[in-house]
């Protein structure tokens, strides 16, 4: 008798909301164990078929506590959510979303946030300052 396979329950799709000042990104900086910091773009998983539009704008509130507005989507990707070997292509969507007032407050699952322009992300990984989340990191290489 072979293993049991777990049943994985994938999104229908990602969705991200980029906030740009000044050629600057804002990524919330998430907990790690390792010491490291984990940064990732306010981010929701689109599950049925809900609004992805109004579900990030509900999700960059909690997430970052800013009142944003959430305009046309800014890439469409995908991002391989399974393995090597077993592939599982999920969308990955993502919006431009202005504010007028930038007082960042980030959720408690969140340890604070950094303003970042898309290179600079790019290389503090490649020296692995930072750690991108994988998704965050294949959205960033489609920008």
Request: glycine share 10%.
């Amino acid at each position: 008798m072979g293993r049991r396979q777990k049943l994985v329950e994938y999104p229908k799709a990602f969705a991200c909301a980029m906030l740009e000042d000044g050629g600057r990104v804002l990524f919330l900086v998430g907990k790690e164990k390792y010491g490291k910091k984990r940064l990732v773009l306010p981010f929701v998983k689109i599950e049925g078929r809900r609004d992805p539009v109004a579900e990030i704008g509900k999700a960059f509130f909690e997430q970052s506590g800013i009142d944003g507005q959430v305009h046309e989507p800014l890439f469409e990707g995908r991002y391989n959510a399974g393995s090597r070997k077993y592939k599982k292509w999920i969308p990955l969507l993502g919006f431009r979303v202005s504010a007028k007032k930038m007082k960042c407050a980030p959720s408690p699952e969140f340890v604070g946030f950094r303003w970042l322009s898309i290179k600079d992300a790019q290389k503090k990984e490649k020296k692995k300052e930072i750690f991108l989340e994988t998704w965050v990191s294949a959205l960033l290489r489609s920008v």
